[in-house]
């Protein structure tokens, strides 16, 4: 059954919440610590991660991808120097974070706040070391995908600049462009099986096949035809490939969500960044109720997604 518009947006954005928020509590885990069936509240004696958190919580991922959504919806466009602020008062103030409190800030994007406290411009804040690869930017990019109606070369151009802010790695930002090019075509009605290699396309037409973007992306994230086990750590290329996989066979947005905790380390940012899409794919009413009921911060969500959905 082919899904509303409307209720795919509504599901990509709080299916990508609902599902960082289902992983707070597992991340730092081997896969073979976690219960059998993850739930918003652990089981007795399970020992949580950021045990001083409420069920229900969502992390810097959700934080920082509702501060993306709000930036493009006040300024119109992707303008790094506001999103690179709104960045600063979440860390300084807990804007977009539930009850305002602020846990578990990656490395890289920890280091480029603190330069732009110092007054380093945004776009010059994010490492380029091959070693500052990261998810912490390709957790918050989806709203990009959704909001964007420039061309597909504006959309990766954006997609990048958004990601440079605090991972400037090629890298990086390759991951973020596909992922920002898959999103819109999914959200356009592509067919699920075809949207990925549709994105994939797209971006090596943008660039060229002989681009250093396309080089990077075709040799360090998704070589062609090559095998690689799944994996869930913080490492940017891990969380695409995962993405990639787990939504692919057409599964459940519950089962690619859970699938994604599965992979142990990471949960909350694997999860999110898979939700985002098989909520994209499925649609909000494909949602767990019971995951919808338990999470929090419904007051700072409901309003951007109704000013994005009236957009």
């Given at each position: ?137 390709l957790m918050r990019v989806l709203p990009l995908g959704l909001w ?120 909350d940012t694997t999860a999110c960044v898979a939700g985002g899409i ?34």
């Open positions: 059954m082919r899904v509303a518009q409307e209720e795919r947006i509504r599901g990509a954005i709080l299916g990508h919440l609902a599902a960082d928020a289902l992983g707070v509590p597992y991340e730092f885990h081997e896969p073979a610590e976690l219960p059998e069936v993850v739930t918003m509240d652990p089981p007795p004696g399970f020992r949580r991660a950021h045990a001083s958190t409420p069920p229900g919580t969502w992390s810097d991922d959700g934080a920082q991808m509702l501060a993306l959504l709000d930036s493009l919806l006040e300024r119109g466009r992707l303008d790094a120097e506001d999103l690179g602020q709104r960045f600063v008062a979440w860390y300084e103030r807990g804007a977009y974070a539930v009850d305002g409190v602020v846990f578990d800030v990656g490395v890289q994007t920890s280091n480029a706040i603190l330069a732009m406290r110092q007054g380093i411009p945004a776009l010059e804040a994010g490492s380029s070391d091959d070693r500052a690869n990261g998810n912490g930017s964007h109606r420039g061309s597909d070369a504006e959309l990766c151009a954006d997609a990048a600049t958004s990601s440079r802010i605090t991972h400037a790695h090629l890298r990086s930002q390759v991951c973020c462009e596909v992922y920002a090019l898959w999103v819109r075509r999914l959200l356009m009605g592509a067919a699920p099986e075809k949207s990925f290699d549709d994105a994939v396309a797209a971006f090596r037409a943008v660039h060229g096949s002989a681009s250093d973007a396309v080089v990077e992306f075709e040799t360090r994230v998704w070589p062609e035809n090559a095998r690689f086990e799944l994996g869930g750590s913080g490492y940017v290329v891990d969380t695409f490939r995962a993405t990639v996989r787990l939504t692919e066979s057409g599964a459940s947005y519950e089962e690619v969500v859970r699938a994604a905790i599965a992979l142990g380390h990471d949960t098989a909520g994209l794919v499925h649609g909000v009413d494909a949602i767990p109720n019971a995951w919808l009921d338990a999470l929090r911060g419904r007051d700072l969500v409901d309003p951007l997604l109704e000013r994005l959905l009236r957009r």
